[in-house]
Antibody, heavy 121, light 110 residues
Framework: EVQLVESGGGLVKPGGSLRLSCAASGFTFSTYAMHWVRQAPGRGLEWVSSTTASSSYRFYADSVKGRFTISRDNARNSLYLQINSLRDEDTAVYYC??????????????WGQGTLVTVSS | QSVLTQPPSASGTPGQRVTISCSGRSSNIGSKVVNWYQQVSGAAPKLLIYSNNQRPSGVPDRFSGSKSGTSASLAISGLQSEDEADYYCAAWDVSLNGWVFGGGTKLTVL
């Protein structure tokens, strides 16, 4: 069974940093592209970042470019999102989602339960 | 303001057929496939339709997708109470080099 479990969210002050993690199981992690998608309270879905299976390509939304870094450790079946210089508008539930292939498939054939990041002083 | 445009709400009675539209541009829907997601309140999103009109295993055939030009549609036939949820469209945008989502449509089953 495919499982994605996010962790690392919490309350952080503006300008602070967090590292989100996504532990994957039930599939060959190293052969799938992965994504981060966020959802601010009461708002819609917003794509944040994607990485191909081998990390050869990484993509970022303009709203997070230069502040967020996506990475993965295929040996540990884990996806990460380093988020720096946090702003109030980064407050959201952050979802880890699997691609149905190595970036050419569908974003999000499986999703984690999300981890909440709250930016507040 | 979302790159893809969806109506904020839709409604129908049990058994009815409803459609939800998603409008984009040549750089996204016009040149790439469209996916649809269902998000029941408080839960993670679920992939409903991929590659414009394909259903993942386990998704009832009451759900169907279509695309024409720079617009796409999700149709739900035989509406059921458990279909009450938020629905989102998404596509890769070749100009932005990223995924774009619609703002979401809240479906109410009356």
């Amino acid at each position: 069974e495919v499982q994605l479990v996010e962790s690392g969210g919490g309350l952080v002050k503006p300008g602070g940093s967090l590292r989100l993690s996504c532990a994957a199981s039930g599939f060959t992690f190293s052969t799938y592209a992965m994504h981060w998608v966020r959802q601010a309270p009461g708002r819609g879905l917003e794509w944040v970042s994607s990485t191909t299976a081998s990390s050869s390509y990484r993509f970022y939304a303009d709203s997070v470019k230069g502040r967020f870094t996506i990475s993965r450790d295929n040996a540990r079946n884990s996806l990460y999102l380093q988020i720096n210089s946090l702003r109030d508008e980064d407050t959201a539930v952050y979802y880890c989602a699997r691609d149905s292939g190595d970036f050419g498939g569908a974003l999000g054939d499986y999703w984690g339960q999300g981890t909440l990041v709250t930016v507040s002083s | 303001q979302s790159v893809l445009t969806q109506p904020p709400s839709a409604s129908g009675t049990p058994g009815q057929r409803v459609t939800i539209s998603c409008s984009g541009r040549s750089s996204n829907i016009g040149s790439k496939v469209v996916n649809w997601y269902q998000q029941v309140s408080g839960a993670a999103p679920k992939l409903l339709i991929y590659s414009n009109n394909q259903r993942p295993s386990g998704v009832p055939d009451r759900f169907s997708g279509s695309k024409s030009g720079t617009s796409a549609s999700l149709a739900i036939s035989g509406l059921q109470s458990e279909d009450e949820a938020d629905y989102y469209c998404a596509a890769w945008d070749v100009s932005l080099n990223g995924w774009v989502f619609g703002g979401g449509t809240k479906l109410t089953v009356l």
